[in-house]
């Protein structure tokens, strides 16, 4: 018998498709949100040190040192335009899912209504089920070749029982970067509503081209409002730190304090110490891993021409519409590893429909080489007939 918080409640399908995979070293592995590039150097000498430190091996404090708070206040205070108090606005947490889950806790009751956009992630859409609220999708549409928001149904989505809104941007999976227009429509939204904004910033500053990127925090009636939650895990590539935080007013803080506290007690003491030394190192290390990002995003669209594929804005993934030839992504998923030694994730159960038509590719962890494989591996597949006789 399913306790009605799991009803709705389905698996990434990461998993399923890397056992798939298994070992092999000819496949190539499009299917998990990883990266090959190395930590900042500073984080993993700070992590070998923090094994001898006594204060490292500790429950203590429950919500993170206060170095890294501190660390961390500067460091969204820097984007935001707000000059966060590490002991009242900052709380760490065992990674940036943890960190939304908890927001969720200290924001909503059960029944009420968060918006998300489609697509989305599934630990989120998942995250506000576990929570006990009902997700309500907001889609993004193709607009010139780039995903856009559809702000129309965003002020639709809304009713008296919207009580938050979650936004990764970039966003993850689609790699969709917001413009001003969508920020200033999500925001007057929550004005208006009086909503929470939980804002992951988990791909702050991996946007390609040169575009810019707004804080959400910054804009009108936003500052007391406007929750940031974040993590070491993609910009400074260190996933297994599991280091995360969230930022916010104090009104939201104090209880979420008490919502980390009770899912996780503490976040990973070793861990702290490399996540302050990556915070507090220098931008070029960020700007030399975004160049080699957006180099294998490239390498994707001249080997993808043809193909349905919306180039990402940020982030570490793309996403293919199968569906638009006919093919479920399943399926599809399962065509290219059988055929062409592709793993790669469906995104159906993610979000919304928008979700449900796309097959997602991950280009941060594997190298350019390897990436220029993908058009002589699908050529002639199953998967390429099928989309040569849909165009015909």
Known sequence: ??????????????????????????????????????????????????????????????????????????????????????DRNVVVTAGGTQAIYSALLATTDPGDEVLLTDPTYAGVSHRVRLAGAVPRFVPFRVESGAWRLDLDALRAAATTRTRAMVVICPDMPSGALLSTEEWEAIGALCVERNLWLIYD????????????????????????????????????????????????????????????????????????????????????????????????????????????VIAPAGGWSLLIDTASFGVAPARASELLLAEARIAATPMTGWAGPVADRHLRFVFANEPVDRLHTIGQRIAGTTLDQLRARSRA
């Not at 009605?4 to 499009?30: C, H, N, Q, S, Y």
């Not at 150097?41 to 203590?60: G, K, M, P, V």
């Not at 702050?204 to 707004?214: A, Q, T, Y």
């Open 1 to 86: 018998m399913i306790v009605k918080r799991l009803e709705g409640i389905t698996g990434f399908g990461i998993d399923r498709v890397a056992r798939a995979a298994a070992a092999d070293p000819a496949v190539l592995r499009l299917e998990n949100l990883d990266t090959d590039l190395r930590p900042p150097a500073a984080a993993i000498e700070a992590t070998r040190a923090a094994l001898d430190d006594d204060d490292a091996n500790s429950y203590l404090p429950f919500h993170g040192k206060l170095s890294l708070r501190e660390a961390i206040a500067g460091a969204v205070g820097a984007r935001a335009g707000i000059e966060y108090d590490p």
């Open 201 to 308: 910033a988990a791909f702050e500053g991996i946007v390609f081209d040169g575009r810019p990127w707004i804080h959400p925090a910054t804009l009108p009636g936003m500052a007391e409002r406007a929750i940031t939650v974040g993590s070491v895990s993609k910009i400074h590539r260190m996933i297994g730190w599991r280091i995360g935080w969230i930022v916010g007013p104090q009104a939201v803080m104090d209880g979420a304090v008490w919502t980390h506290t009770y899912v996780n007690v503490t976040p990973p003491g070793i861990s702290q110490a490399g996540a302050e030394a990556a915070l507090r190192g220098p931008a070029a290390d960020l700007g030399a891993a975004v160049a080699e990002w957006q180099r294998r995003r490239d390498t994707m669209l001249a080997e993808l021409a043809g193909w349905p």
